[in-house]
């Protein structure tokens, strides 16, 4: 084998003649690691991760094999990554060096990272004293010793070195896979999008914004949320850190936070503002909100929606996924909750591309109190890391503001509230009046009756079992277009025309009825006199009743009936909650909107679930944090007995999130159904899944949750439209019953939330 002008790093693309020189493909990667991790101090790091990621490439024996496989596409099959690892940790970057070793793989426990790829490099000496060779030629700046490069304060504290490394290594596997894919493009370079101007961006929102308003006339609340955005876009000039708003429902936070990142970005300098929310619902709402108010006619798109219920993470979806996988690179990102820190606490390529871009951002984080109790301790220190180490600002938006000051990993965060006063303003923007049926219990179909005695009256209950029966008493006996159903039963599209026409029928004064779940409750804009809520936790009571009297027209204000369903179900989860809520709320005791008594009700919560406690999943997380156990974080950690990974134990959002389905059933018309069925078809025999397919299938898309897979006959109605096989993390068609309430199961079998 001659010099290093004839060693390569990739066969040539379909139809070209080019190969990929290893020498470009280390510095190209190097210098795009460089430029995404500069901004928090970790430029030199990244850049030597990327120089030696794939030197181990240089040997003959690998050289050899990819001419051999060129023209099949097949994988080289030879260990490339562990002769980067062992230079890097050997001349400094000690655990570092995992991020080379997991550049395909993922991220590894640290304390197994020297064994790990002394015993790969032991396998084939002949490879590394041939790639050794070459090094020289390869890299011929390389210095001897790279310590030096860490930053003080990654050493320091294990938490902000364990950060770091993420940080590092989404840096690194994000330009490797961006200088990979520009070479199989035939491209010259690679494509990043150039940073936002914020100041135009922000300007454009405001103006927008401001034409809206003046669409719509005055409304009672409308002065009031002129006074919350006006105090919001007045603390973005203060420094970055932690911001909480923490203004009633109603108030308007979905533009008023929105205003504060944008002239918060463009007053300090930072490269994107990323929204997260918790229920999909939302995000479409807030991003179709962005869009509307952000993006322009023949300039590249600047909302980027990310929520994608096929999961391009998943192993078995291979190579075409890992280099397709949405990495962020947009000015302003709606995503989840659940995409959001399960990207920052993965430990796989495709899942962590984009978390780099969180360094340097505005992070708000919408409905803030739906974040996971479990989960609580190691998102908040996460997030105090982001603002303390890594340049990001983050605000806590949320009508019922969660007490996480009470909680170790927050206690010593300075914080900033957007309103100046926000117990007046909850005092004027109080619009509803609370009334309770806990004793005696009324039937679901006692409630069911109570609101179609009204004009217009909204119902929310805990499970879409529950939805559904009272949805079936209603259906029987009111004219069609009265009675409505909402759950995440159904799809996106549905659940989209649904709300839509009862805001229609609302607006014109028409008679309407509505059963939902609590994906109502977040954020989503409807405006009933009445609402009646199934007891659950303090902040969905208050939820619920911000769709009360939304806009304040009503002179006596609007009505929230708080009831216990006497044959109601609920989630595991909420029996602690709804003890709690007991405590601080009822007819003899204050209403859910009492701030004192919210902030008693959040400390009861987290004292209850022993969130403190070290045996508690939160803090065994943090403790595999400090260890930097990478693989434990992501899978839990190893049970003795089994020989495997314990995911009770793990960093899960949501305990099981159940299965992605495509219900074409859902579609408007039957053209659009037919369309979407041939759709599916072209999936199921694609080699490839083309990814602005999958996008088209995401608003007939929804989750069923694992235990309706156990009922008799289900499993039989689900046919694989990604791989062959029914199971979690492949996107699955269902071929059964879908009607006005979505996927029809037995709804005697399933007792689940949404």
Known sequence: ?????????????????????????????????????????????????????????????????????????????????????????????????????????????????????????????????????????????????????????????????????????????????????????????????????????????????????????????????????????????????????????????????????LRHAEKHGLRRVIVAVPFLTITEQNAAVYRRLLDEDGAEPVVLEHHSQADFDDPEAGRWARLAAENWDAPFVVTTFVRLFESLYARKPSAMRRVHRLANSVIVLDEVQALPHAMLAPILDGLRLLVRHFGATVLLSSATQPSFWALNEFKEVPCTDLIHDTPKLVSDLRRVRY???????????????????????????????????????????????????????????????????????LNRGERVLLVATQLIEAGVDVDFPVVFRAMAPADSLLQAAGRANR??????????????????????????????????????????????????????????????????????????????????????????????????????????????????QGAETPELRRELETLVEELRQAPVPDLVKLRRLQAYTTNLHPSALRQPGVMALLRPILGNEVRRGVLVEWVGEYDATGINLDPNLEQFVI
Not at 23 to 28: F, T, V
Not at 224 to 250: K, M, N, S, W
Not at 439 to 445: E, M, Q, R, S, V
Not at 604 to 627: C, E, I, K, M, P
Request: glycine share 10%.
């Open 1 to 261: 084998m001659s010099g290093v002008s004839s060693l390569w790093a990739h066969s040539p693309a379909p139809e070209s003649s080019r190969w990929h020189s290893l020498a470009d493909h280390l510095r190209s990667t190097a210098e795009l690691a460089r430029r995404f991790t500069g901004p928090f101090g970790g430029g030199d790091v990244s850049y030597w991760l990327g120089a030696l990621h794939d030197v181990g490439k240089a040997a003959c024996a690998w050289q050899d094999k990819l001419a051999a496989v060129a023209s099949t596409g097949r994988p080289v099959g030879i260990d490339h990554k562990s002769l980067g690892t062992r230079i890097a940790y050997e001349r400094g970057l000690a655990a570092f060096a995992g991020a080379i070793f997991g550049h395909h793989g993922g991220l590894i426990d640290a304390p197994q990272l020297r064994a790990s790829f002394r015993s790969r490099l032991a396998d084939a000496p002949d490879n590394v004293t041939s790639a050794e060779r070459a090094l020289p030629g390869l890299l011929p700046d390389l210095p001897e010793r790279l310590d030096h490069l860490v930053p003080a304060d990654w050493r320091a504290d294990p938490l902000v070195g364990e950060m770091a490394l993420r940080l590092c290594y989404s840096a690194l596997v994000d330009a490797d896979s961006l200088d990979t894919s520009a070479h199989f493009q035939g491209l010259a370079s690679p494509r990043v999008r150039p940073d936002a101007d914020f100041g135009h961006l922000y300007k454009v929102f405001e103006q927008r914004r401001r034409d809206e308003l003046a669409g719509r006339g005055g409304t009672p609340i409308g002065s009031l949320r002129e006074q919350v955005y006006a105090d919001c876009l007045a603390a973005a000039d203060r420094d970055r850190g932690v911001f909480r708003l923490g203004a009633p429902t109603g108030a308007g936070k979905t533009l008023a936070s929105g205003g504060f990142a």
């Open 435 to 505: 009334e309770w049926q806990l004793d005696p219990k009324p039937t679901l179909a006692g409630v069911a009756d109570q609101a179609a005695s009204e004009p217009a009256a909204l119902v929310v209950v805990n499970t879409t079992a529950d939805a559904k029966a009272v949805f079936d008493q209603w259906r029987d006996a009111e004219p069609d277009g009265v009675a409505w159903h909402l759950s995440t039963r159904m799809c996106p599209d549905h659940r989209q025309r649904v709300l839509e026409k009862v805001r229609a029928r």
């Open 551 to 664: 806009e304040g027209r009503m002179a006596d204000g609007g009505r929230v009936i708080v009831f216990a369903p006497e044959d109601g179900g609920q989630p595991p989860s909420y029996k602690t909650l709804v003890g709690c809520t007991g405590r601080q709320f009822g007819p003899d005791k204050v209403d859910p909107d009492d701030l004192a008594a919210l902030g008693r009700y959040y400390r009861n919560v987290y004292d209850v679930l022993n969130l403190a406690d070290g045996q508690h999943v939160g803090q065994r997380t943090q403790q595999a944090r400090r260890r930097w156990e990478f693989q434990t974080v992501a899978e839990g950690p190893m049970d003795a007995g089994t020989k495997q990974r314990d995911r009770k134990l793990a960093f899960r959002m949501i305990d099981d999130d159940g299965i992605s389905v495509v219900t074409t």
